[in-house]
């Protein structure tokens, strides 16, 4: 194989180059001295170094300083990139790429010195960064523009298409998560307390007590009013408590429909709920396991909701039957006094 010495000047200085073959030994010289400047060069560049970047540390070299928070040691990785991409960057980037290593350079130094001044480095640091911004929004349109082809711009889409995805299924994952507690906070009530008509129907014996004695008081005075004839003096001994039993008739529906309360209303609407999410995320994860969880929840539920749509039947037709009997006092009640006069 044919050598040869060659001497070449380099900023003033002669070295001497041994030319294997001649034209190997030259191309790479020329790519290590005299690199292309030109819009493919960069490109080719600036692709692979974005590969191994974005495979080491998970974003792009230009997201700019909004992947700062990835780490000193990741801006330090800019430095060689900017520095390769400088040699090769045509003329209408090169003063862009230049100022942004400039700029990464003088951030990590900043950095170096940010434990004897936290403050005042982190302000230094935000200066630095900003004041290259625009650099890097221009670099980014020319990469966009011109090193980013079809097939990229796909894998791209469909990366983002997957990130979108997992985000959805972490989303629809804890909120059903949350709902399935909920249901089984609901059972778990249920299963303690259960019904509890008392407070209703306490409240229903005291009325009829009341209505029942203003009853007995309007037979009273109108059975004495009748026998005497007297039905025209000012004020009518039986007035307050025919107000009394007419008012408790009036009021008594409201007391009976408090029981609707103690249904199983929340525990219903919580079963749709933990239903109507389970749905969701099995639409975009078919093999989750939390639907199935809410499965086992609604048919608890639905055994739950049964009995106590049973019990709340029967205890309302108990509330009903009472009203009844209010205002079949009032009723009589009131045809007292009117045959009293």
């Known amino acids: 194989m044919p050598k040869s010495r060659t001497l070449l000047t380099v900023g003033g200085v002669v070295l001497v180059v ?19 400047r030109s819009t493919e060069a ?3 560049v600036y692709n692979q ?3 191994e970047y974005t495979a080491k540390y998970g974003g792009q070299p230009e997201d700019g300083f909004d992947a700062f928070g990835n780490a000193v040691g990741a801006m330090s990785a800019w430095v060689p990139m900017f520095d390769r991409w400088a040699d090769h960057a045509p003329d209408e980037i090169r ?14 130094d900043q950095a170096g010195g940010s434990a ?20 890097f929004e ?19 889409a469909e990366a983002a298409a997957q990130a979108e995805l997992e985000s959805d299924i972490v989303t629809a994952t804890n909120l059903l998560v949350m709902a399935n507690d909920d249901l089984q906070s609901q059972l ?25 004695s203003g009853l007995e008081n309007v037979r009273h005075y109108t059975e004495g009013a009748k026998a005497a004839g007297v039905c025209d003096e000012p004020y009518l001994p039986w007035e307050d408590d025919l107000t009394l039993v007419t008012g408790e008739a009036e009021y008594a ?33 078919p093999d989750a396991a939390e639907p199935r969880e809410t499965d086992r929840l609604r048919a608890e539920a639905d055994g739950v909701v049964q009995e106590l749509d049973a019990a709340l039947a029967e205890a309302q037709q108990q509330a009903d039957d009472i009203v009844a009997e209010f205002q079949a006092m009032a009723a009589e009640a009131q045809a007292l006094v009117d045959a009293a006069c």
């Open 18 to 36: 041994l030319v294997v073959s001649g034209v190997v030994g030259f191309n790479a010289l020329k790519d290590q001295f005299f690199p292309e």
């Open 42 to 44: 960069f490109c080719e």
């Open 49 to 51: 170094d974005q590969q």
């Open 95 to 108: 003063s862009d790429v230049e100022h942004i290593r400039d700029s990464v350079k003088s951030q990590i």
């Open 116 to 135: 004897d001044n936290p403050l005042g480095s982190l302000a230094e640091m935000f200066v630095t960064g900003m004041m290259a911004q625009d650099s």
């Open 138 to 156: 221009r670099l980014g349109a020319f990469v966009e523009a011109n090193c980013v082809t079809d097939e990229m711009r796909a894998a791209q």
């Open 188 to 212: 778990d009530s249920f299963a303690a307390a259960g019904p509890d008509f008392s407070t209703t129907f306490s409240n229903l014996d005291v009325k009829m007590f009341n209505a029942e």
């Open 253 to 285: 529906p409201t007391v009976a429909a408090d029981i609707s309360q103690f249904g199983p209303k929340p525990l219903r609407e919580a079963a749709d709920k933990a239903e109507a999410l389970a749905v969701e995320l099995t639409l975009l994860k």
